[in-house]
Every structure is written in C-alpha cells, then in structure tokens.
C-alpha cells in the first residue's frame, strides 16, 4: 500500500474514531451532538433466528420452535416504518426448506407483498449462514426423518438453493447481490461463496461506490460470518474510497455488551448482530477487563432475543439495541459517526465519560440472608438504576473479614433483557458458599455496580456479620 493510500486509511479510522481504539469502537453521544438533518433511511437488523421442525405423532412435520420472536421483531420494524431489513443469515436450523417457509410466512404477514402500511417497498437484505447451507448435516434428525435419498433431497435447501429461494422469497438467489435503497449501496454476500465472486460483483458496482464517496455516503456488506482478513483486503482494495459498514451475525453474543457489538478488524468496522432465535442470545462474553472477579452467569440475565434498529443520517448511524420478546431498549442508543472530526470525541474515554457509573438508588439495602443451619450465604443485590445514563451490565461482590478478601462477581439480573423487564424488579442473587468465606469475627459485604466498559459507581456495603 502506497504512503497516500495509507495516510487515507488512517484518515478514515480517525473519522470513525476507529485509529487509537486498537481493537476497540465507538458508540458516545457526547452533550449537543446531535445527527444533521433528517434521517436519510431506516433499517431492520436482526440475525440467527434458527427456526426449526420436529415431527409429531405419525410423523407429522410440527413446527416446535416458534416464529413469535421474528414475527416480534417484523412487527416492531414496521412500527419503526422500516425502509429494509437485514438478515445476516441462519435462518433455517436444519437447512430445511420448511423452516425457510416458515419465516417467509411470518413476512408475508407482517410486510404482504413487501409493503409496509403507507405502501411503500421494504426490501429484504438477507444472506444465508452455515444452518441455511450445511444445517441438513448437522446431526441425524433430517436423514433419520428422510431415509429416502431422493426424498430428503427435496426437503433440504441446498440441494436447490437458487430454486428455493426463489420460490421462498420470489427473488432471484445470487452468491452475492447487490441492491439500492434510498441511494444507499447494499452488497449481501451469502454462505460459502467466495472472494472471488464478492470481487467481481465490487467491480462491476465500483462506479456507484465512487459515487457514493463523493457524496459522504458508506456502503453496507453483510455476511453471517465475521469478515477474515482476506475479506476485509477485497473490501479495501476495492470500496473506491468508500468504507462499508459491515453487519455479520453467528456468534450468538448480547448487544448488552458495549465492547464486542462493533469490532476494529483491519480498519473496518464491523458490527455483530446479535441473535434473536426461540431459545435467546445465550453470548454474553468473558468479561474480563470489567472485574477481576470471575463473572458468574446465571438464570438471572435473561434469555434476550435481540436485534438494531439502525437510523443513518448524512453524518451518523444511530444504533438502538432492542429486546423482542418482552420489549424495551437494552440502553443508551449507539452512534458510528461518518466525516472528520478533530478532536474525535468518539473515543472509549470519551464514552466512558457519557455514560458515566451505574449507580444504586439513595435508598437502595442489600439483603444477606444466613440461615443457621445452611451452607450458603445468599446476598440479594437491589437494581442500580440511579443513574439513567449508564445500565448496570455486572456487580463485583467483595466479602472482607481481616486477611484475603473474597472477591466475586454476577451478572446484573436481567442484563439481556430491555430495560424496565428485569426479572424480580432488577434483584440480582448472588449465592456463596460458607466455605469460601474469609475467617473473621465481623464480615463486611461491599457490592459495587459495573458497566459493561468497566465504569464503576458507588459502593454499597454491609457490615458486622459473624
């Protein structure tokens, strides 16, 4: 890479925030910064809603996991009056061609004809993942359910991708597609393909992109998995100056999680999107740089079925994480910012600095309860929402009596879930065995509330307990 090329790179990375991060991202809204002008267009992200069939008595084909989250999600999109939806792929759990049908059913429910209320198009941006492709493989329900060669042929999507999805979605199937919506360019590249073709198709589209970045616009690139090294290259050699926002799926983590949502990878943001399958994102990360204490997963957190809904204006793509099975925001909104601006107040200080601690409410108690005979000690933890700004994602729990302190640390209850549905009111519980308590006469509980980049608020602390 020429000294220019590069000096562009770095350039570009600094107006996103992106340089000094060194694997980190951006999300802040500072006070009084505000998107310019109106919203330009309106998007629907979810990702990984692996519906799947059993078969009920006599061998009926019965759809068990149920389609209420992404019906959920549609619902919520139209409401937002979409203008398109991205599906970053895994779709069908077993590559079945009933379980693509089944979410086809929902659409057309949802959006008939793809139309939304006020008549106007809203287009699907769906690739395919490794359950829509390979899924028939995985494991022995389809062969078990299709001994019959032939007959199971007809009811895995690979066998026929291209004719399945088109009699699915009444669209042309194509390794990689290109599509324009409200002068946004969008490229979808689905399972398996390769570089080659996604290479080919930039090409044939690097006009428009030029285009594009002569008009301060990025492009969109979705693929299920997360964008390797050789794909980000063919991104960068070929987006004519102009840097994609890259949406993949797979992983299965919480959009809780301020830090693993947008990754720097090669000078690329990429966001994950998190999944919004029946059984709930399960991917809450190993958190270690927010305590040293081991993070302990519990029920507690919630089973979130989650998803964006992305607002892009002429310089800032607004992020609104959302839970679609009981509601509600999972926190502040995220912005990735377009354009220059020095000094960059999109920084993780700076976030840090926005968001500031979760803090516990003036009137907030803990609760320990010792019974005398039991084994354990149970600590109930109230809701640290004291401060709006800054969502309790974590507690770190340390139990003092003289000599090494016990340190813990829990999941906030319902972290996975929208704000104002946290189970039990918000009580996080917290159970540790007496045996792992320090020996003293007088123990003392402090319980400090965590956000999910680390930022600490006020203690809260109990003392005296024998």
């Known amino acids: 890479m020429d000294a220019s090329r590069r000096g562009f790179i770095r350039g570009i990375l600094a107006s996103l925030g992106l340089g000094s991060l060194g694997g980190g991202c951006v999300f802040a809204v500072p006070p009084g910064w505000k998107p310019s002008r109106n919203v330009n267009i309106v998007l629907g992200v979810i990702s990984d809603t692996h519906l799947r069939t059993e078969h009920g008595p006599g061998g009926r084909p019965d759809r068990n996991w149920p389609d209420k989250y992404f ?19 895994d779709f069908a759990h077993r590559g079945q061609v009933e379980e693509m049908l089944f979410h086809a059913q929902a659409w057309e429910r949802v959006f008939p004809k793809n139309l939304a209320p006020d008549g106007h198009k809203v287009e699907k941006l769906f690739v395919t993942g490794n359950h829509d492709v390979e899924g028939a493989t995985y494991g022995s329900f389809v062969a078990e359910n299709y001994p019959d060669p032939d007959v199971r042929a007809k009811h895995v999507l690979q066998t026929d991708m ?6 699915i979605w009444g669209e042309k199937y194509e390794p990689v597609w290109h599509k324009e919506v409200k002068g946004y360019h969008f490229f979808g590249r ?22 594009s970045k002569a008009r301060g616009r990025p492009f969109f690139y979705m693929q299920h998995f997360r964008p390797l090294g050789d794909t980000r290259d063919v991104l960068r050699r070929l987006c004519c100056g102009c840097i994609p926002m890259s949406f993949f799926g797979h992983n299965h983590w919480s959009a809780s999680n301020w830090n693993v949502v947008s990754l720097y990878h090669g000078g690329l943001p990429c966001i994950q999107v998190p999944s919004c399958e029946p059984r709930g994102c399960h991917g809450l990360a190993d958190d270690a740089w927010i305590t040293s204490g ?6 507690q957190v919630g089973k979130g ?12 793509m607004v992020i609104e994480r959302r839970e679609f099975a009981q509601g509600g925001i999972l926190g502040s909104n995220w912005v990735m910012p377009f354009g220059d601006r020095t000094p960059h107040p999109f920084s993780r200080e700076g976030l840090k600095k926005v968001i500031g ?5 003036a009137d907030a108690k803990l609760v320990v309860e010792d019974g005398f ?18 969502r309790v994602y974590a507690y770190e729990v340390k139990v003092d009596g003289g ?15 929208g704000m104002g549905h946290e189970p039990n009111g918000g009580t996080t519980t917290l159970v540790i065995e007496k045996s792992e308590l320090p020996k003293g006469e007088n123990l003392t509980i402090s319980v400090t509330p965590l956000s999910s980049l680390g930022t600490r608020g006020d203690s809260l602390k109990t003392k005296g307990m024998g």
């Open 403 to 417: 000599g090494a302190p016990l340190l813990k640390a829990v999941y906030a209850a319902g972290c996975n879930l």
């Open 373 to 390: 005979a039991s084994p354990h000690l149970c600590i109930k933890i109230p809701l640290a929402d004291g401060n709006s700004k800054s």
């Open 190 to 211: 689905n399972h398996s393909v390769s570089n080659e073709e996604l290479m080919s198709c930039l090409k044939k589209w690097s006009k428009a992109l030029t285009e």
């Open 71 to 89: 019906a959920a999600a549609l619902e919520y999109f139209k409401a937002q009056n979409v203008d398109a939806v991205v599906h970053c792929g």
């Open 357 to 361: 601690e979760p803090q516990f409410r």
């Open 294 to 299: 081991k993070l302990e997963k519990t029920p």
């Open 305 to 316: 079925r989650q998803g964006y809904v992305v607002r892009v204006y002429d310089d800032m």
């Open 162 to 167: 291209a004719g399945n999805w088109e009699h």
